[in-house]
């Protein structure tokens, strides 16, 4: 159980770390980086959905939503929407 726990915060940390390298990489391209951020945050939800933690037998939390938040709070409605979208499409295929 803690390193279900552990494995969801460095998968925030890293998140976080790459946010801010494609913070740099793209500087004068706002769309693009909007794009990009959108299917960071999409993977990271993924991965965060493969390592569920089990709160009750059958009760299961993901840090799915989390994620998606600080997408639409770092990047806006786009990245939102992308990182939706690909957490839904693996959500369906589970």
Do not use: C
Not at 23 to 48: T, Y
Not at 71 to 92: T, V
């Amino acid at each position: 159980m803690p390193s279900v726990l552990i494995h969801n915060l460095v998968l925030l940390i890293a998140l976080t770390s790459f946010y801010g390298f494609f913070l740099q990489q793209f500087q004068g391209k706002p769309r693009s980086f909007k794009f990009v951020i959108g299917i960071w945050f999409g993977l990271a939800a993924i991965a965060g959905m493969m390592q569920p933690f089990e709160l009750y037998e059958g009760l299961f939390f993901d840090g799915r939503a989390i994620i998606i938040g600080l997408a639409s709070f770092f990047g806006g409605w786009i990245p939102a929407s992308i990182s939706s979208l690909l957490s839904m499409s693996y959500r369906i295929y589970l």
